[in-house]
């Protein structure tokens, strides 16, 4: 069971990869035609015709609306930089647009450079943390919230950590908090959940190091 659910999670995060890339490669490049073959139309329009440009500059609004909301339906689903850039980078965007969404003070707490991790450690722990949020700005009713990476010589702690109403763990389990269960037992690392009524959430991922000792890029 524990080699079908891993193997269940490396299918799930192919998939988001495939259409994200699609999503990226085919319809935002076809959207993007598009507002060029409007522009284009929109100057060779005679004068005396208001009404066709009107036209034309509502249509290329709802062009570049459209393309704006498939560029981040593909970051949600795989964010390029987890890939290109690495961890942190990616967990910081993610806090922007957690905060630009909700208006919640999401602050990640991590160093200036990136450690090199394998694929299914980064993701592992990017999911974890966008699971922690999404459940931060959707149930807690935090105003602020901090997100924490550290690495030591033998293992990974992430925590996410709220200010907001709390709730008692043994009485929720939701799918979210399963599924955050199930990602970080995949790679043998623990998963808790700190919380009482009144006192926030504190949600905390530890994961042993990967095989090797884990470098680090770049620096300070």
Known sequence: MEALSARLLEIQ??????????????????????????????????????ALLERLDSVK?????????IRNLSLLLRPSMLDDLGLIPALRWQARETSRRTGMQVEVVAEDYDLVLPDDYRTTIYRLVQEGLHNAGRHS????????????????????????KGFVPKLTRGMGLLGMHERAAHLNGRFQIESEPGHGVTLMIELPGPPGQPQIEGGP
């Open 13 to 50: 995060e192919e998939e988001r990869r495939r259409i994200a890339r699609e999503l990226h490669d085919e319809t935002g490049q076809s959207l993007s035609g598009m507002l060029v073959d409007l522009a284009n139309a929109a100057a060779a329009v005679p004068p005396g015709h208001p």
């Open 61 to 69: 609004h709802l062009a570049e609306s459209t393309l704006s909301s």
């Open 141 to 164: 009713g935090a105003r602020t919230v901090s997100v924490m990476v550290r690495s030591e010589p033998d293992r990974l702690l992430v925590s996410v950590r709220d200010d907001g």
